[in-house]
């Protein structure tokens, strides 16, 4: 049932919102359909009425919502003009800071959206191969909302089937149905694009997922990236890694720099400025160059060109973010609060014997929950029901986005509802799911149909 704001939103947004994970089929239908603002940890509804946060701005805000320092900054910037007719200083010092944290980049394009920076890349790749193909993993969900890739899905409507016939797919962690595509399609496949890691990871070693790196491990060749890199670089393609999610969450300086792995290109997003639109495309100089308009009869490309590309308050916003990592060990505290939290939930789900049923797994930095249902299959019903449980306990969980103002407190609060929620979870299993859901399922966001 859509309630007042929600009726609004639909009568004057396609979706109800700007982005998909927005919607209301993404949440349970007890979860408010509007926020008014947000404070470290916490959402705040029309009522005043305070939500613990795991969504955390689609995964974006990494710090805390309204952090003063990162707000100062940005407000700044934007009294010194926020959009200059020409580069402005604190475009320059962004650059400089990007440029000295991430180790497979030379140089770097600023822009607001992810993908924006992914459909760059695969320009950027083209133009340098003289090649049309680019390939993507099955497993990975989303690398741009661009017709190349959004058509190679089941989602098709408005898309141009010629766009997306250059895009091909192979299988995370299965670098023999990579090398097949190489072979079917000999010099033809300009990169290769991919997240480093989700759930699953692309050490086969057993490795701890907190050790920092790759550096020193005896087997490091059979890590599925260094394979990918193999396999580009004796095809002569490129290798692209998306790191929209793991960027400045796994490790400072990239997931790349945990797995001891050099992309070509690579491209960044989401957490970078604490919830300020800020996306970056980054890599080789000699790859990146092509982007320039410095070399005398050269052909151009006209590769990304934004006029609010290099906003100063974004970019003022994504350097005091920066500077906070680094002063306040944030990382680590992903890494420390996301273990605490998944061996609370668990140690829950096995106390109540449902863990087959309901488990945490992934990367402590980047926990994600799973919910089956009694036959052992993967459950949106049971997914639902566990949502709407932590909403009553005034926790909104769609994913888990842990931030920095997640703290002791907040991890108290979460395991008590964690504790309830898996009760009704446990009854809902032995008398029926039907007697527990008050909300319609939620639905994947990459569906064909309604």
């Known amino acids: 049932m859509k309630d007042e704001y929600s009726k609004k939103l639909h009568d004057l947004i396609p979706g109800g919102a700007h982005t998909y994970s927005r919607g209301d089929d ?37 710090i805390g919502y309204g952090n003063r320092e990162i707000a100062d900054a940005a407000y700044n910037e934007i009294i010194n003009g926020n959009n200059l007719t020409r580069a402005s200083i604190t475009e320059l010092k962004a650059a400089e800071l990007f440029v000295d944290l991430i180790p497979s980049v030379e140089m770097v ?6 993908s924006t920076v992914t459909t760059a890349a695969l320009k950027l790749a083209r133009a340098y191969t003289g090649r049309k193909f680019i390939a993507v993993p099955f497993e990975q969900p989303f690398f741009s909302f661009d017709d190349w890739f959004i058509g190679s899905t089941i989602i098709k409507l408005g898309t141009l089937e010629e766009a997306s016939n250059y895009t091909l797919k192979f299988n995370y962690n299965n670098i023999e149905s ?7 399609y000999p010099n033809q496949i300009a990169a290769v694009m991919l997240e480093p890691a989700t759930i699953q990871s692309p050490c086969s070693n057993n490795c701890s997922p907190e050790n920092n790196t790759c550096n ?12 990918v890199r193999e396999v580009t670089k004796l095809n002569g393609s490129l290798m692209i890694l998306d790191e929209m999610i793991t960027g400045f969450r796994w490790n400072l300086n990239g997931a790349q720099k945990k797995y001891n792995i050099l992309p070509d290109l690579c491209t960044f ?27 005398p009869g050269s052909e151009r490309i006209f ?37 605490e939290l998944m061996q609370g939930m668990n140690k829950v789900a096995q106390e109540l014997g449902i863990n087959e049923n309901f488990y945490v797994e992934g990367y402590p930095c980047s926990p994600s929950y799973v919910t089956k ?38 991890l108290t609060i979460t395991l008590e509802a964690v504790i309830k929620a898996l009760k009704v979870y446990k009854n809902a299993l032995v008398n029926g799911i039907e007697h527990y859901l008050e909300s319609e399922i939620i639905k994947p966001v990459f569906r064909q149909f309604n």
């Open 26 to 62: 993404q949440f349970p239908s007890n979860t408010p359909s509007i926020f008014v603002r947000g404070e470290g940890a916490y959402i705040f509804d029309v009522k005043d009425e305070k939500y613990l946060d795991y969504g955390m701005g689609l995964r974006s805000v990494n």
């Open 109 to 114: 394009k600023f822009a607001k959206h992810g």
């Open 178 to 184: 990579l090398k097949k595509l190489f072979l079917e």
């Open 216 to 227: 020193g491990c005896p087997n490091i060749e059979d890590n599925f990236l260094h394979q």
């Open 269 to 295: 997003g989401k957490a970078m400025a604490n919830g300020f639109a800020v996306a970056a495309l980054g890599g080789k100089r000699e790859v990146m160059k092509l982007g320039g308009i410095e070399e």
């Open 303 to 339: 590769l990304t060109s934004t006029t609010h590309g290099a906003e100063m308050s974004a970019l003022g916003a994504f350097i005091k973010t920066v500077e906070i990592i680094k002063r306040d060990d944030v990382i680590e505290h992903y890494w420390n609060y996301g273990k």
């Open 373 to 410: 249902d009694n036959t052992g299959n993967v459950s949106m019903s049971f997914r639902t029901l566990f949502a709407q449980e932590m909403v009553k306990s005034r926790i909104l969980m769609p994913y888990i986005a842990i931030s920095f103002a997640h703290k002791e407190k907040e």
